[in-house]
């Protein structure tokens, strides 16, 4: 990948929430059981098209750990988007998603918030591990006007409707910067022509 970020996004949630498997899932389409700590922030990007137009999305993947909370502030500056991530299986998760709003409502106003719940599959599996509650969360994301997903790395549940979600709104706040990108390409591969049929 190499050019410009069109729409800078920033993950944020408490440790072991579920942040870097939902960008693991996005960028790469794969999903890792084995959990390694986010240490500092890691950085990816991919391409989306929205309204005819390419346009390339950076995601910062903060760490979790409470430690790092003085950096992750640094990675939410001029964050067109932010997905908030809880853990449906842990309550105490949607307190720190919670910190994370009211954080970015006081020092980053443009920036749109989308509530992820996280680990949508464990709870599909065993209905007794959730922990938060659908509706009470629909209602908390009415209230600070943002988008809410349940989602699920493992499966990809609801992974790409949050990204194109976040594109649209971005398309539909920004024509004019949306003007300007270029055009969403089909890239055709051509056939190997070394390559015969015996
Ligand atoms: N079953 C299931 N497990 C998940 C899902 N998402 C994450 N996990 C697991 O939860 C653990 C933590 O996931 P991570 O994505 O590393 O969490 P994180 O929020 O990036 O963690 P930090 O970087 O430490 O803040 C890992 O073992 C993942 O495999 C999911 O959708 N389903």
């Known amino acids: ?3 410009k970020v069109d729409l800078k996004v920033v993950m944020l949630g408490q440790i072991s929430c579920g942040k870097t498997s939902v960008v693991e899932r996005f960028i790469y389409n794969r999903f890792n059981n084995n959990y390694q700590n986010t240490i500092g922030a890691a950085f ?4 989306l098209d929205v309204q005819g137009k390419r346009i ?67 709870v599909q599996d065993d209905p007794h591990r959730r922990q938060v509650d659908y509706h009470d969360v629909n209602d908390y994301a009415e209230q600070i006007c943002g988008k809410f997903f349940e989602t699920s790395s493992k499966t990809g549940h609801n992974i790409e409707e ?18 300007t990108l270029d055009k969403s390409t089909i890239i055709l591969k051509e056939e190997n022509k070394s390559k015969r049929c015996c």
């Open 1 to 3: 990948m190499s050019g």
């Open 44 to 47: 990816g990007a991919r391409y």
């Open 56 to 122: 390339c999305l950076g995601l910062w993947d903060t760490a979790g750990s409470e430690r790092y909370e003085a950096m992750s502030r640094i990675y939410y500056r001029d964050a067109k988007a932010a997905v908030i991530c809880y853990d449906i299986t842990n309550s105490k998760s949607l307190d720190r998603a919670k910190f994370w709003v009211s954080e970015l409502q006081r020092s980053e106003e443009s920036c749109k918030l989308y509530l992820c719940g996280t680990k949508l599959d464990v």
């Open 162 to 179: 949050l990204f194109a979600c976040i594109v649209e709104e971005y398309a539909e706040d920004n024509a004019e910067i949306i003007a």
